[in-house]
Nanobody, 115 residues
Framework: QVPLVESGGGLVQPGESLRLSCAASGIIFRFNTMGWYRQAPGNERELVAKIASGGTTNYAASVKGRFTISRDNAKNTVYLQMNSLTPEDTGVYYC?????????WGQGTQVTVSS
């Protein structure tokens, strides 16, 4: 199993930014496409961004142009820079592999965007 620990969430106002981090243990991290997922209250978990081992990125339409995913394989860490946040970005953010089968999910980090 590969523990995933997300951090960096918080309460921000619309238009502000946050940077999320996800630390993973184990060397297999670097060979996997990694993704950031969001689960808003009452909604299913959705993929918002993913990054391949070589650095190719993909984004959900709702965050494209505002969010940037990156990774540091030496640190086994993946990041999500979130700019121009809106209330619709509120939710618990998780990281995991970019496709199934998934590793066990971490606890996530709460992002709340509210004025």
């Amino acid at each position: 199993q590969v523990p995933l620990v997300e951090s960096g969430g918080g309460l921000v106002q619309p238009g502000e930014s946050l940077r999320l981090s996800c630390a993973a243990s184990g060397i297999i991290f670097r060979f996997n496409t990694m993704g950031w997922y969001r689960q808003a209250p009452g909604n299913e978990r959705e993929l918002v961004a993913k990054i391949a081992s070589g650095g190719t990125t993909n984004y959900a339409a709702s965050v494209k142009g505002r969010f940037t995913i990156s990774r540091d394989n030496a640190k086994n860490t993946v990041y999500l820079q979130m700019n121009s946040l809106t209330p619709e970005d509120t939710g618990v953010y998780y990281c995991n592999k970019g496709n199934s089968p998934y590793w066990p999910w971490g606890q996530g980090t709460q992002v709340t965007v509210s004025s």
